[in-house]
């Protein structure tokens, strides 16, 4: 389905804790994944349905959230589309090696969303 969700990231204050919790309330696969930049990101599995991730919150002083991805065809089209019809870009386009690219827009009623284009399959 185009457009579909295919990714929800919490961004928190305290990663530790939230692995604690969410370890205990669901039965997600939570695995450790380092990154270049020495932080860590935690992978989250949750068999069937979409998956997503947990980070420390990477704005100082803002509380934790839930932030949905929706995967699109080209984020700077889409980006730009958004932000034409009102939306604040938060994060513009930003390649996540290996993986894809992604931009955080604030719609006009201030709702955070995230949107993805993976990279192609095979290159």
Known sequence: MP????HVELNSTDVAKSKEFYGKLFDWKLADVPMADGTSYTTIGVGEGTGGGMLKNPVPG???????????????????????LG???VRDVTEIPGVGWF????????AGLAMFKPVPRGA
Request: charge should be negative; avoid cysteine.
């Open 3 to 6: 457009n579909s969700f295919v």
């Open 87 to 89: 939306a604040k870009v």
């Open 62 to 84: 803002e509380p934790s959230m839930w932030l949905a991805y929706v995967q699109v065809d080209d984020v700077e089209a889409s980006t730009a589309k958004a932000k034409s």
């Open 103 to 110: 931009s955080i827009i604030a719609d006009p009623t201030g």
